[in-house]
């Protein structure tokens, strides 16, 4: 017996279908948990097939993008390095970044953001999805502690979910980090993550700041329905405080509200989130 729930699996796959459809995408995966425990409800890809005549599709779609793909992040990543700043207490959200008008200049490599920011806040910087603001947190926060933060949130690592084939992503060791590899760290670029890790690491900010292994198999039964074996969910570490959960939780919820991700936003839900775009070769 599996932790999906039917009718919500439904409901993310004609979502999720319909979304590739209207941006004419090559395709697309979507994960819906239960923060405190690690439970899948929903496990979705597109393009589909059946698996009773599997033969039938192309073999390139026969596997589970969400644990099998890892992607650069993007900005979808800077709620880690923030919540590196804040919890270590090296930056608070009220804190003050030059935005250098859009265009930042370090070891050669330029920085751009899409709008040019002069002063902002470091919620700002988060809210807007400023890659220069981020950069310029990330290098007060120093690459020891953000590779630190990484790795808590479980980059880098399997996830450890009882399907095949799962991908532990890129994170480079960090004696090979240079200056600019850091840098681009900050904005989610120069690494890569799966879609399952990076819905867990979100999880884990929902959950207070505790992470979980997830959860797919809820229990298993015999032939007489007698039960054998029950799962239940697993505390892999914590990560961040309460408290500094909390204040992202918050920062996120002004991301939906007047930031990037306003068409997220559902009315009557306080919904938290943060848009990402990446570049591809």
Same mark, same amino acid.
Not at 19 to 38: E, L, M, Y
Not at 91 to 104: A, L, N, Q
Not at 200 to 227: F, Q, R, V
């Given at each position: 017996?599996?932790?999906? @729930?039917?009718?919500?699996?439904?409901?993310?796959?004609?979502?999720?279908? $319909?979304?590739?459809?209207?941006?004419?995408?090559?395709?697309?995966?979507?994960?819906?948990?239960?923060?405190?425990?690690?439970?899948?409800?929903?496990?979705?890809?597109?393009? +589909?097939?059946?698996?009773?005549?599997?033969?039938?599709?192309?073999?390139?779609?026969? /596997?589970?993008?969400?644990?099998? @793909?890892? %992607?650069?992040?993007?900005?979808?990543?800077?709620?880690?390095?923030?919540?590196?700043?804040?919890?270590?207490?090296?930056?608070?959200?009220?804190?003050?970044?030059?935005?250098? $008008?859009?265009?930042?200049?370090?070891?050669?490599?330029?920085?751009?953001?899409? $709008?040019?920011?002069?002063? =902002?806040? &470091?919620?700002?910087?988060?809210?807007?999805?400023?890659?220069?603001?981020?950069?310029?947190?990330?290098?007060?926060? !120093?690459?020891?502690?953000?590779?630190?933060?990484? $790795?808590? %949130?479980?980059?880098?690592?399997?996830? !450890?979910?009882?399907?095949?084939?799962?991908?532990?992503?890129?994170? /480079?060791?960090?004696?090979?980090?240079?200056?600019? @590899?850091?840098?681009?760290?900050?904005?989610?670029?120069?690494?890569?993550?799966?879609?399952?890790?990076?819905?867990?690491?979100?999880?884990?900010?929902?959950?207070?700041?505790?992470? =979980?292994? +997830? =959860?797919?198999?809820?229990?298993?039964?015999?032939?007489?329905?007698?039960?054998?074996?029950?799962?239940?969910?697993? &505390?892999?570490?914590?990560?961040?405080?309460?408290?500094?959960?909390?204040?992202?939780?918050?920062?996120?919820?002004? &991301? &939906?509200?007047?930031?990037?991700?306003? =068409?997220?936003?559902? +009315?009557?839900?306080?919904?938290?989130?943060?848009?990402?775009?990446?570049?591809?070769?």
């Amino acid at each position: 017996y599996l932790t999906l @729930d039917y009718q919500i699996q439904y409901v993310t796959e004609e979502a999720l279908k $319909k979304a590739v459809r209207k941006w004419h995408a090559k395709s697309g995966c979507a994960v819906v948990i239960v923060p405190q425990t690690g439970e899948i409800l929903a496990l979705a890809n597109y393009p +589909p097939f059946d698996p009773n005549y599997f033969w039938k599709a192309n073999p390139n779609i026969w /596997r589970n993008r969400a644990i099998t @793909d890892a %992607f650069e992040p993007g900005s979808t990543f800077k709620p880690i390095l923030l919540a590196a700043a804040l919890n270590e207490k090296i930056w608070s959200r009220h804190d003050i970044i030059y935005g250098e $008008k859009g265009r930042y200049k370090i070891k050669g490599a330029v920085f751009h953001d899409v $709008k040019p920011f002069g002063w =902002m806040s &470091v919620e700002h910087a988060v809210i807007y999805s400023s890659n220069i603001g981020m950069v310029k947190i990330g290098e007060k926060v !120093g690459k020891e502690c953000f590779y630190q933060y990484i $790795k808590k %949130f479980g980059f880098g690592e399997k996830t !450890g979910i009882h399907l095949p084939g799962e991908a532990s992503g890129l994170i /480079r060791p960090l004696k090979k980090w240079t200056e600019v @590899d850091t840098d681009s760290a900050c904005f989610g670029q120069g690494l890569a993550v799966t879609a399952l890790q990076l819905t867990l690491a979100y999880a884990a900010i929902a959950n207070k700041g505790t992470l =979980m292994y +997830p =959860m797919l198999i809820k229990n298993i039964k015999d032939a007489k329905g007698k039960e054998i074996k029950i799962f239940k969910p697993r &505390v892999k570490r914590s990560v961040i405080s309460p408290q500094t959960a909390s204040l992202i939780k918050n920062i996120l919820h002004k &991301v &939906v509200e007047k930031g990037t991700g306003q =068409m997220a936003a559902i +009315p009557g839900y306080k919904i938290a989130g943060k848009t990402g775009t990446a570049q591809k070769i």
